[in-house]
């Protein structure tokens, strides 16, 4: 399509709203007024932050920096309490040859677990 035939397709179609502008009653005239009038009135209202294109930048940025300060928090903390600390002579015990027998007898360990206070194994 060339320039011309864009330009007498654009005024025709101009002409052919015009004659249908023209053709509506009062009423409906009025209405129309009144829904342009209202849409630009709240178009207008809006304050400058309302708008989407605003919110979705900060938003990314809000949670990125959140996922940030939890992961950082959560890498440095200290493990919980309700794990038992290695004592050297934990350790020695453990590691010990002497002591197979006692390792395989799950009863032991079970009276011990009851026998033991808690906290008994934590540093403080």
Known sequence: MSTHDEQDFLAAARARLEESVSAL???TLSR????????LDSLEAQPAWHAPHWWLPAGAMAAAALVFVLGGVMWTTQPSDSLVAMTPEITEIVGSEEN????????FYRWLD?????GAYTET
């Open 100 to 107: 197979l027998e006692i390792a395989t007898d799950l009863d």
């Open 114 to 118: 009851e026998h033991t206070p808690a």
């Open 32 to 39: 129309l007024h009144s829904a342009r009038s209202h849409a």
């Open 25 to 27: 009653d009062a009423h």
